[in-house]
């Protein structure tokens, strides 16, 4: 018998805080992908087992003995709108692992079969979203990005009925540092239950901010440290042209990573109101609106916490609303230093958001590749003739090569050499992302014609973004005209 050495934190809680149930069993498992680095990571290393063992652990047809399932319970804002039970629908929590830094990692089986909290859904997943998800957070890490992160793909050898007809059933290990989300304090904050909001205030504290514990006041420490926690992961969103997709409340978690990778998508051209989820046709998640989506959903978060913050209520209020209004004030600090860093600029100085700015009216203007725009930028920190290339991006190349003259007078006032400049440029702009028509390209030859080598292939080179890899260079580049994405799918 296996035992994947699990501790149990949240299992802990109340029991209304989940349902205990196993995953359900599926009639052909078997092990499609394996990220043995992050396994390490975790601790579990060769004592696990073989392929054949490994594709039982991670379908949840057989159980670590030390495994305890369940399906949380929460709530969430879904494109504005509250709905006050969701929770795990296709997903089973079998445990935390400390890792080997001393960090609590879950471990969630997502597409392991129904639970009380399926509604009309089939509690699974098909394997495109699944290798999606395992690319994408993978690509989102390997950024230096904070995100969940994926272990393990099985497929499960059943059909799953979608629109697009029947697609192979897929299983995906998730391993996330919690899966606590804006929507889980909602629940409790919904039935006015104020013992199970204090608990999981409690939880979080201890889990997520132990340095809090000892404040003045917890509570409104923790609406703080977790408002300014997401201030930073949008600023670095924005800084690599990504689109979460489905920013509702319940699936932003208050750990500050990025969760739940369903029509996310990175930008090719600058535009701030670039949308591709086919479900956000109003785009209220597009690029540019994300920090004000974020302080929405924070607004909530504050409002599930007033009745712990003050017994009065409206000073309640008012410690809430100042958190939340501070909320641009920290995003616009983070975004500034990530986006001066890009700049190849040391600090920051009054009129670097002008000059930020500038640029990025001119690419939305010249239709100017965000990734390769930044990325071409370096060169030109070394070689004065390289404006003449990066210029060729945009459409109309004078107001590029006007502002270029405006980015060398700035840099140099800071007095560094170019060569610092250049390798300082080179470590924050990435010269490779997950670009739509390669995910889409790779997803349908391992879903449509079995072969994951152009999957394997991009998920490689994506774990080494900042580097140039000449023989790859088809996978940093633009799409063609007729390779374009014009939509992702919510994936389900
Ligand atoms: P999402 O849009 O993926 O964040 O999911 C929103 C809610 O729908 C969550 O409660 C999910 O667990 C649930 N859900 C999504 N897909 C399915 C499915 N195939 N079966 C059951 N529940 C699902
Ligand atoms: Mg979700």
Known sequence: MVNLGFDHSYEQMPERFFSRLAPTSVSDPRLLLWNDPLARELGLGDAVGDETELALLFSGNRLSMDAKPIAMVYAGHQFGQFVPCLGDGRAILLGELIDQNGRRRDLQLKGSGRTPYSRRGDGRAWLGPVLREYLISEAMHALGIPTTRALAVVTTGEPVFREEGAMPGAILTRVASSHIRI??????????????????????????????????????????????????????????????????????????????????????????????????????????????????????????????????????????????????????????????????????????????????????????????????????????????????????????????????????????????????????????????HRVEEALVAAVQEGDLAPFLRLHRRLADPFSDHPESTALANLPAMHERIEHTFCGT
């Not at 785009?283 to 004000?292: D, L, S």
Request: with cysteine; net charge negative.
């Open 183 to 436: 929507g889980t304090f909602e629940y409790f904050a919904r039935t006015q239950d104020l013992d199970g909001l204090r608990r999981l205030a409690d939880h979080v504290l201890m889990r997520h901010y132990p340095d809090l514990l000892e404040a003045d006041e917890p509570y409104l420490a923790l609406l703080q440290a977790i408002t300014a926690n997401q201030a930073r992961l949008i600023a670095q969103w924005l800084g690599v042209g990504f689109i979460h997709g489905v920013m509702n409340t319940d699936n932003m978690a208050i750990s500050g990573e990025t969760i739940d990778y369903g029509p996310c998508a990175f930008m090719d051209e600058y535009h701030p109101s670039t949308v591709f989820s086919f479900i956000d046709q109003g785009g209220r998640y597009a690029f540019g609106n994300q920090p004000r989506i974020a302080a929405w959903n924070l607004a909530r978060l504050a409002e599930a916490l007033l009745p712990m913050m003050d017994d009065d209520p409206r000073r309640s209020l008012v410690k809430g609303q100042e958190v939340i209004a501070g909320f641009q004030q920290l995003f616009e600090d983070a975004w500034l230093s990530r986006m001066t860093a890009k700049l190849g600029l040391a600090s920051v100085r009054e009129g670097d958001a002008g000059l930020i700015g500038e640029l990025l009216n001119i690419m939305e203007v010249g239709r100017a590749d965000y990734t390769l725009t930044f990325r071409g930028l370096a060169d030109l920190a070394t070689d004065a003739n390289a404006a003449v290339l990066v210029a060729r991006r945009f459409t109309k190349p004078a107001p590029f090569l006007a502002w270029v003259e405006r980015w060398r007078t700035r840099l140099m006032v800071e007095g560094r050499s170019g060569a610092e400049v250049y390798q300082g440029m080179r470590r924050v702009n990435p010269a490779l992302i997950p670009r739509n």
